[in-house]
């Protein structure tokens, strides 16, 4: 029985290289893969996490050649457009799927796998007051400025490791970064999130909002959530429960 995981694995951002659950669990004759690259043959595919739902159905990865079993794990599946058909086909692909967009009732609710890190645990005293985590592909275009004696790091450069100190570093986290919004709440940090989306929105346990233009005005509004870790941890553990019911079913047919 073949388990093969497909997410965008081969690429800079730091959350989407993070967000699959092959890297936090033991899954027994498994593979990771980039989904954007062909597959062999596989029994079960699982997908995610990150902001490719509406992709899923047109991807090289995604194998309908001998039924294999699609599951979704903590994928976006907040849309521009209320009627997509690429939303439709990759649904239609999935035996179940697990959203991380908290409100979405359609699925179940799936954080990012990601908060299963140890990397979360007992984190350090903060070193700074103030900190940004800037996602590398959408600052410039937001025409966010941070003034050069903050301490900042973009969302594409380093390892989960050092993103995850970095964020820890500050008693308040600026960021235009879902994970880094996400990443900074689990720590237990103040956190002001500067959106470019709508899967801003959708977050278990909400933070401060800021524009790119106001920011700078907001740094006191940080919303600490430090509940979000064990929530988010006991949300995987439950959907994960789900999955292995699934795959036990597979085996057995």
Not at 7 to 14: M, P
Not at 167 to 196: D, E, Q
Not at 224 to 236: F, G, N, V
Request: aromatic content about 12%; overall charge positive.
């Amino acid at each position: 029985m073949k388990l093969t995981f497909q997410h965008l694995r081969d690429t800079q951002n730091i959350g989407d290289r993070a967000c699959s659950p092959f890297d936090y669990f033991e899954w027994p004759n498994a593979v990771a893969k980039d989904m954007r690259t062909p597959s062999s043959e596989y029994d079960i595919g699982i997908f995610g996490g990150g902001k490719i739902f509406g992709g899923l159905a047109e991807v090289n990865g995604v194998n309908n050649k001998h039924d294999p079993l699609h599951i979704a794990w903590g994928v976006g599946t907040r849309q521009t457009f209320p009627i997509s058909a690429k939303y439709r086909r990759a649904r239609n692909l999935c035996a179940l799927v697990g959203s991380r967009d908290w409100g979405d009732t359609r699925y179940d609710y799936a954080p990012c796998v990601s908060c299963m890190s140890p990397l979360f645990d007992n984190p350090p005293e903060p070193e700074h007051d103030v900190v940004f985590y800037w996602h590398g592909g959408k600052t410039k275009a937001q025409k966010i400025e941070i003034p050069t004696d903050m301490p900042n790091k973009p969302n594409n450069v380093g390892t989960f490791e050092d993103s995850i100190k970095f964020i820890a570093s500050g008693k308040t986290v600026i960021s235009n970064s879902y994970h880094g919004v996400y990443w900074a709440m689990l720590l237990g940090r103040k956190t002001i999130c500067i959106p470019f989306s709508k899967k801003f929105g959708a977050y278990r346990a909400a933070p401060a909002y800021a524009s790119p233009k106001n920011w700078l005005s907001k740094l006191d509004s940080g919303k600490s959530h430090p509940e979000l870790l064990r929530i988010s941890r006991d949300a995987t553990l439950t959907f994960k429960t789900k999955v292995d019911a699934l795959i036990a079913k597979r085996k057995d047919s």
